[in-house]
């Protein structure tokens, strides 16, 4: 942050702020406060939690019980930054769950439950990104069982364009009405590139044209300065009469 402090600020950008578990290890309500002092052009925020070795439907209680520890000191955060969502990770991986969907959302729901009651009183809305799924079914069980117009999808294009081995319109047609965060970049398929909007294969034009009228919010995953803003411009013009 402090590094892209000036470029965030002239630009006026909104933000949505990565917290890794290292970060949550040192981290105050000091240093929160501090960073939200920071942000004086008073940007609407998103966060992104910790995913890595988490696991939200875990068959393991006490891994479950750490993931709950982490995803609730992330609420803790929220508490402070008051962000409009804050986006999870599903955790499912077909293979790791012997494509016994069923047991991966009945130990989903389980912290889900938990999750977005709390972010719900706070008024904070809870994001699942898709990441290793190759079609959405397991996401769209979720977000029937859950019900909550406060718990929603966060759908990423450049995981979609890797991992689906389904076209688009079957994602939108399971998925649409539950998005409520967009995560934004491309890639040539051949690996999680992160590149910006139009650089790879990912037909935007086409995706928009689904989402057209629809309001969510778009975070831009492209990780340089540079590629964030020439993001921006090509998403101004794929949207301009959408």
């Known amino acids: 942050m402090p590094e892209h402090l000036d470029f965030i600020r002239k630009n006026a950008l909104d933000l949505e702020i990565y917290f890794s578990s290292s970060e949550l290890d040192v981290t105050t309500s000091d240093k929160i406060t501090n960073l939200k ?6 940007p609407s925020l998103s966060i992104h939690a910790p995913f890595m070795d988490l696991s939200p439907a875990a068959v393991d209680s006490k891994v479950r019980i750490a993931t709950l520890e982490r995803f609730s000191h992330v609420l803790d955060i929220s508490e402070i930054l008051k962000p409009k969502a804050v986006v999870f990770h599903s955790g499912y ?18 912290t889900w439950t938990h999750v ?19 079609e959405p079914s397991n996401l769209h069980f979720l977000m029937k069982e859950m019900n909550s117009d ?6 990423d294009t450049g995981h979609f364009n890797l991992f689906s081995k389904v076209p688009l319109n079957d994602w ?9 965060e967009l995560h934004l ?13 139009g650089d790879g294969t990912f037909d935007f034009t086409e995706f ?3 989402l057209a009228n629809k309001s969510c919010l778009y975070t831009i995953e492209a990780h340089t300065p540079e590629n964030v803003m020439k993001s921006m411009e090509r998403i101004k013009k794929l949207t301009a009469h959408t």
């Open 37 to 42: 002092n920071s942000l004086d052009h008073n």
């Open 93 to 110: 991986e077909k293979w790791k769950y012997a494509l016994n969907v069923d047991l991966w959302l009945e130990k989903s729901l389980i």
């Open 116 to 134: 977005n009651k709390r972010a719900s009183d706070m008024g904070v809305k809870i994001a699942i990104e898709n990441i290793f799924e190759d």
């Open 150 to 155: 406060n718990f929603g999808i966060c759908f």
């Open 172 to 180: 939108m047609d399971s998925l649409n009405q539950y998005i409520i």
């Open 185 to 197: 970049h491309d890639n040539d398929k051949s690996s999680d590139q992160h590149l910006p909007v």
């Open 208 to 210: 928009f044209e689904m």
